[in-house]
């Protein structure tokens, strides 16, 4: 008589299969007994090798957003040059120069090429002619150029008032109109001192004459006609102590 195998042996085909051996989980741990499972969300860390670091911690080390510390800063912030400030730009409009002063600036012109002309000349005739020329001195000699220089600073600060609007208020008209009459007086005493220092010689073959030259005649008449268009620009601008009459057209 056959003896039947016990029950789950591996010859029993009615029985249940026979479970695999439990592992070990680590060298500790018995034989026989399974090790517990993780926790859920948890690896277990292979055996030999050492546990992950933990994960950085929310924004570290992450860029700045645009703007925070360290941004370059935006056009128009801290450190921008300031932009240039609007001043008020100088504009010339030559309708609103007066005839008065175009006149007056035509006339200086005038007189200061006839500062070179002769303010004192002498001159020969006949046979002294042929040994001796004339000459003429102009008026940038000796003291008489204190005249011309007080005649380019009127035209000069005329000037600047009529084309750039400056020194209206700082150079009262009264004064600019004393400079010429200055002017005129000084050359009325060269004027003198030329017919002072005139001479004339007869050699019998010849002649020789000194004395005021044609120069400071038109110089003189000039700086009269000056003074005058200068007193009537200067009354339109404001109040003076004296009045002089317009001309028609100026």
Known sequence: MTQAPPPGSENDPGGYPSSPPPQP?????QAGYPAAPPPPGQQTPQQGYPAAPPPPAANYGQPAAPGAYGQPATPGAYGQPPAPAGGSQMSFDASKVTNADWAFFGVGVLMLIFSFFGWYSVSTSGEMAAYTGGYSQGGWNGWWTIIQLLLLATLVIRAVQVFTGNLRTQIPGIAQVAAVGLIILLTIIALIQSFANSDSVDTGSGSISAGPG?????????????????????????????????????
């Open 214 to 250: 044609f120069g400071i005649w038109a110089y003189l008449i000039l700086a009269i006609v000056l003074g005058y268009l200068l007193t009537l620009a200067k009354q339109k601008e404001g109040p003076l102590p004296f009045k002089v009459p317009s001309v028609a057209g100026l």
């Open 25 to 29: 989980s680590d060298p500790g741990q």
